[in-house]
């Protein structure tokens, strides 16, 4: 599909790596880079104003299918320990009913809904693969391909994420009967991987995910990272649940002697194409350890709050520096600005102070926590993007500020209000690569992609 490709876009304000800056005209290139940033301008003619312009927010860690059981487990099984565990034994049952064309409608409508908000690009840690019997599909490659064509016709940048996925415990524990559409050998997951990493191309860009230390054994996690050069993947992300629920905490203690982020630091070649998902119950020696590495932290603060998993600590990281990203994960939220919110509150929360993600240097909350997800985001999924800079891609947002929350606010006020306080998401155009998928506040594909995600629903739901 051709999208639109302006080679200008002007704004009255925009929060360039320089800093807010007024009056900004940024030409971009037919390859979908930001060229030149020149404050202080005029708008050209034939070129519309924008308020406000923002780099575009990627998602580190999307579950795309679970968008479609968002609401269907919050009622009580009676027995009065509901769960992340029994949370995922509902979550397996629900995708068993996935046929390959529900894996893509259920993707195309959740992308759509993500570039409206404001998401550019989305790091799907896909780990759905067998059919629903466990076996490969004739097409082995059936369900990435889908979640790729759900990225091409949304206009959305996917990094995709495959799940190399073995085991139910530490230890080497068989997989269960629930995670057989998961499961690979791992010689089947690296001929996977080079069928995927042939279609690497401006549209994609292909990662790993081990899914969690309890999913994959240790000898396979270090023969799956070995692999890694001979397919040209050396720098490509690494992505892993690490420490998400206190019981993965005691299992690992239990196996190894050590906690999981204590094991994956002291086992794995940690750096800054990782992105560690969740790391809730990381210690003080883990947070600084983690930092330290320079890999991102994937949270995931509105799936994490759903599941009940606990809270990172998220002071105490920045306070070592430490690089953050966003993740929908679950997507019972598909908004940047309310995930940051709740990122935010979080902290609060548990710390009992105010403006707590934030420091000297950038004490401005809304600002802080932007400018860290989208950098970190960005280096999660391994794109140039998350900032206006010259030689980043053009993934960028517009916002209306003609609101009567936004209105007469400026630059920091105005990041604060987006992201602090509740409202109507006020996305006007979303560019991905330089290209527009979003305009006016409207997808082209919305209305159609909503009809068959519904017929769909209706399927899965019977
Ligand atoms: C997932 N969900 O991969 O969908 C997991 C549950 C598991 C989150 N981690 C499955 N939020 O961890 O085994
Ligand atoms: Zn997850």
């Not at 046929?99 to 840690?125: D, N, S």
């Not at 057989?180 to 860009?205: C, P, Q, S, V, Y």
């Not at 892993?240 to 190894?256: L, R």
């Not at 094991?263 to 750096?271: E, I, R, T, Y």
């Amino acid at each position: 599909m051709q999208w639109e490709t302006p080679r200008q876009l002007f704004a009255r304000s925009a929060l360039t790596s320089e800093g807010w800056q007024n009056n900004v005209l940024l030409e971009i290139s037919s390859s979908g880079t930001i060229t030149s940033i020149t404050p202080g301008s005029l708008a050209p003619s034939g070129v519309a104003t924008h308020p406000l312009l923002l780099a575009g927010m990627a998602n580190v860690h999307s579950h795309a299918f679970q968008r479609a059981m968002a609401g269907l487990t919050e009622i009580a099984s009676g027995a009065g320990n509901d769960n992340f565990w029994s949370w995922r034994q509902v979550m397996y049952l629900f995708k068993q009913r996935l046929t390959p064309q529900h894996v893509e409608i259920i993707a195309q409508h959740l992308y759509i809904e993500l570039l409206k908000q404001g998401y550019t690009a989305v790091g799907e840690f896909h780990y759905l693969h067998n059919d629903a019997s466990g076996k490969p599909y004739a097409n082995p490659i059936e369900l990435s391909e889908r979640i790729l064509a759900a990225g091409k016709a949304s206009g959305i940048h996917v990094s995709l994420l495959p799940v190399y996925y073995e085991t139910s415990n530490f230890g080497g524990m068989a997989a269960n009967d629930g995670q057989k559409r998961f499961t690979h050998r791992l010689d089947d997951f690296i001929t996977l991987l080079t069928a995927l990493k042939a279609k690497e191309d401006t549209g994609m860009n292909l990662g790993i995910a081990p899914h969690s230390l309890r999913a994959v054994s240790e000898p396979s996690l270090k023969a799956l990272l070995a692999a890694l050069p001979a397919l040209g993947m050396d720098n490509s992300p690494v992505h892993i649940h690490v420490s998400e629920q206190v019981k993965e905490v005691d299992d690992c203690i239990a196996w190894s002697g050590k906690r999981p982020v204590q094991w994956l630091l002291d086992n794995a070649p940690v750096n800054s194409n990782w992105c560690l998902i969740h790391a809730t119950h990381s210690n003080p020696d883990e947070v600084a350890r983690i930092a330290q590495s320079k890999a991102v932290v994937g949270l995931c603060p509105t799936t994490e709050a759903n599941l009940g998993d606990g809270i990172f600590p998220g002071a105490d990281f920045l306070h070592h520096q430490g690089r953050i990203g966003i993740g929908s994960d679950s997507n019972v939220c598909v908004s940047p600005f309310e995930e940051l919110r709740q990122m935010e509150y979080a902290q609060r929360l548990i710390t009992k102070r105010r403006t707590v993600l934030c420091d000297e240097k950038t004490p401005s909350v809304g600002r802080s926590l932007y400018t860290r997800a989208a950098n970190g985001g960005a280096q999660a999924i391994g794109l140039q993007s998350g900032a206006l800079a010259v030689g980043k891609r053009a993934d960028i947002i517009a916002i209306n500020t003609d609101t009567p929350l936004l209105a007469d606010k400026q630059e920091d006020k105005l990041l604060d209000t987006l992201i602090m306080v509740s409202q109507t998401p006020p996305v006007t155009h979303v560019w991905v690569a330089g290209n527009c998928v979003v305009e006016n506040g409207h997808h082209r594909l919305e209305e159609q992609t909503s009809t068959a995600w519904k017929k769909a629903l209706k399927e899965i739901t019977a």
